[in-house]
């Protein structure tokens, strides 16, 4: 009797120690690796309005105000306002960016991305490379290069794009109305409740009831729109920044505000270049927001002014 107790005690021992056989399980990774070693960031993000910042993050009395910037596409931040970012960072505020959608709709996804398979990723792991849900987080790593390239932590970033969710109707997937941006800038308000908050101007030239942007796009009217509402609402502190006014001949680009600073432009021409530079560089970067705009990004580069204008520039 004791005999077979130690000998199903041993063999008991033995099968503990063997290896076990791998788990069968498939979990969704938080993101994906890409050549250069950078992350992509999560792939399935909260819903819009839902996403909340860390408890630590909050501000409390006599802490240094924050400022948030919220871009509506990948390079909205760099094009319109990098050197204030920098600024910022610099002053030690603390900056939070904000990418309201992956900008899945751009015209790069047909007239760049898919003509350059030998850039394309699995990055949703779906077994489909090159898809809209690529292009999407292709674009997320390239706003997350540029941002933590001046100086933003990586948990300073929040995502509310859709891309790898479904790659099914991206175009009307990049798209949040104003009552949405709205409730995704109450939701920081609420937690930095003396922020300044920043985002795009809708507006090309330099009168803000004018007729609009080069490149007329919906999303950067509903941000600014939901911005100018919030503060006449709620009473928020608010900025914008022009981004298409590049695009105009230098000239004519003009702003109620016009500011810059050379070290600051360097640092916002080593953003533009960290995350949307060209690809084929030896960084091996994909390129898809300098080939979706690439005269606005030549000009940006350029010009060492940034175009800004206030709440009040509106009455």
Sequence with gaps: ????????????????????????????????????GTTV???????????TIEQSAEETPGSKTAVIFYSPHPDDESLAAAQAIRRWVRAKRPVYVVLLTDGEASRAFAGYYRRHPELW???????????????????????TRAV???????????????AGRSTRDALRRDFFPRAQIMQIMRGFEKR??????????????????????AFPQQEHRAACEAL????DTDHVDGEFYKVYVYDLPPAKRWAPHIEGDTTDHRAKVAALEDGYDRAGSTRDHLGIGWASVPETFR???TDTREYRTEPEDFK
């Excluded at 008991?12 to 050549?35: F, H, L």
């Excluded at 990723?121 to 706003?143: K, N, T």
């Excluded at 001046?150 to 859709?162: C, E, N, Q, S, W």
């Excluded at 100018?228 to 503060?231: D, I, S, Y």
Aim: charged share 20%; glycine share 10%.
């Design 228 to 231: 100018r509402r919030l503060v």
């Design 41 to 51: 960031p999560p792939i399935r993000p909260a819903a819009p309005g839902t996403q």
């Design 148 to 162: 933590t390239s001046l100086g933003v932590p990586r948990d300073h970033i929040t995502y509310y794009g859709a």
């Design 299 to 301: 000009a940006c580069v």
């Design 1 to 36: 009797m004791l005999a077979s107790l130690l000998a199903a005690f041993v063999i008991a021992a033995m099968a503990g120690c063997a290896p076990r056989a791998p788990s069968t399980a498939v979990t969704t990774p938080p993101g994906s690796q890409v050549e250069t």
């Design 121 to 143: 990723r699995d990055y949703d792991r779906d077994g489909d490379s090159g898809d809209h849900a690529d292009f999407g987080l292709a674009r997320r790593a390239e706003f």
């Design 192 to 213: 930095f409740p003396h922020a300044l908050h920043v985002t795009v101007m809708k507006y090309t030239d330099g009168d803000p009831r004018g007729a609009g942007d």
